[in-house]
């Protein structure tokens, strides 16, 4: 029987990759591969590096498929946070540690650009960058320097230069504030 | 370790879909989130809120055609392209980027190196042409060692910089499982390529500035950085 794969949910795709059937891995390559450079890229700063972690994302989904649960989320949101997981075990190694550290030397913690600024926000869903608007200033910048920048929350703290519980807080409060922004504007966050 | 409370779980549950909790605190946050349907959801949601913040843009194409190759019945392995990424310290803290550049180095850095290529034949032929490598001009010959001095592989490196990896004395691997082959420069560790499960004879492209080879043990497909344990490893004679 023929199959549609671009008419397939990204569950049946990962039946049929389960079945090491190539052409669904093509076509969940197609939907979100896009997405997980554009994360690693703003991520890892590097555009080789980043390929490296589509390749690898992709590739334990093939020999790992078992590892997507779809009662725990999208297949967007799994491989999403896998390249993310990846790309700050990269940041976080040494080498990779200093070299940030050399490009950060040139900024202040207060010129740390925000998600509005870089060009990543360009390329968001208006619906998006209303809630991003909607999020206190201050949750906002501690969600995108964990987030896009890679850092720890204590990492945060220090270069907000405020306490690491207010910003674990603000983090928490953000994160919840943002569920609900998203849901306001019609994106879906079960 | 102390299994954290339901509520010292929520307070970092935000944290951890961000990845900006330390190691530690990931694990304690695992295993209670492996347990709690509440924590599951509340993480679940975070993550799905996350992904809606990342744009679409067309998938790289050519990463597209490095899967494919990987992942074809009896295709050549992709090669990651990217440059130096460090292994971890800690899997081989007897290994150093030495600074003095031995005869493979300089092989390496008179032969001014481009990306590098996979090239696959079948086995058979790959074996021959290795085997012929060893004999040419300015041919240099590594031992590959593990931990306890045992030969576990020859590799032969060519004035061009190809290298070849043969001799290969080691036990076949799980399917999800497969060696990799690193290259130590003094910029950082670069992989020279995955070998499969069950490697009889390899070739692969070197850089500039080897100073040492390193064979691992990783998932199958390969990774960018090494996650698994040293098979052995060979390291150019310091000056």
């Known amino acids: 029987m023929d199959v549609d794969y671009q ?78 997981g990846r790309s700050v075990d990269l940041l976080r190694s040494e080498t990779a540690r200093r070299r940030r550290e050399d490009a ?40 995108e320097l964990a987030y896009f920048g890679g850092h720890t929350y204590l990492e945060v703290a220090i270069l907000l230069g405020e306490p690491e519980g207010t910003v674990k807080s603000r983090i928490r409060t953000g994160m919840q504030r943002l569920r609900l922004l998203l849901v306001d504007v019609g994106v879906d966050t079960p | 370790m102390i299994p954290l409370s339901h509520e010292m779980a929520g307070d970092l549950l935000a944290a951890l879909a961000l990845d900006a909790v330390d ?29 809606a913040l990342v744009p679409d843009e067309p998938a790289p194409p050519a990463v597209w055609e490095r899967i ?15 440059p130096v990424v460090p292994l971890r310290p800690t899997r081989r803290p007897g290994l150093r980027a030495v600074a003095v550049a031995a005869c493979l180095a300089a092989v390496a850095a008179a ?14 032929t790959l074996e021959a042409v290795a085997d012929a490598a060893r004999a040419e001009t300015g041919a240099t ?29 080691l036990p076949a691997l799980p399917p999800d499982r497969t060696y ?34 390193v064979l691992t043990e990783e998932v199958a497909g390969g990774v960018p950085q090494s996650e698994g344990v040293v098979v052995a490893s060979w390291e150019a004679p310091s000056l």
């Open chain 2, 141 to 169: 010959a590594a031992t590959l060692q593990s931990a306890d001095g045992t030969r576990v592989a020859t590799v032969v490196l060519l004035a061009d910089g190809t290298g070849y990896v043969m001799d290969l004395a």
């Open chain 2, 23 to 51: 190691a530690a605190e990931r694990t304690a946050l695992e295993d209670h989130v492996s347990m709690c349907r509440r924590c599951r959801a509340e993480l679940s949601g975070y993550l799905e809120a996350l992904s």
């Open chain 2, 68 to 82: 494919e190759a990987a992942i074809a019945p009896g295709g050549a392995p992709a090669r990651p392209t990217a």
């Open chain 1, 7 to 84: 008419a397939t949910s990204d569950a049946s795709l990962m039946d049929l990759i389960a079945q090491k059937d190539e052409r669904a891995l093509a076509e969940a390559f197609r939907r979100h591969a896009g997405a997980v450079n554009a994360l690693s890229r703003r991520l890892l700063r590097s555009p080789n590096l980043a390929e490296e972690a589509v390749q690898e994302v992709f590739l334990r989904l093939w020999n790992s498929p078992e590892k997507f649960d779809p009662d725990r989320g999208s297949l967007r949101s799994f491989v999403l946070a896998q390249a993310h």
């Open chain 2, 180 to 213: 990799q082959l690193w290259e130590v420069t003094q910029g950082g560790v670069i992989s020279a390529g995955v070998l499969g499960n069950a490697p009889r004879v390899s070739s692969f492209q070197a850089v500039a500035n080897v100073t040492g080879l």
């Open chain 1, 104 to 143: 950060d030397a040139y900024r202040t913690p207060n010129e740390v650009p925000g998600v509005e600024s870089d060009v990543l926000s360009r390329s968001l869903g208006e619906t998006v960058r209303t809630a991003l608007a909607g999020l206190d200033e201050r949750e906002r910048r501690a969600i």
């Open chain 2, 111 to 124: 032969a001014g190196f481009g990306a590098g290529r996979w090239w696959s034949p079948d086995a058979a």
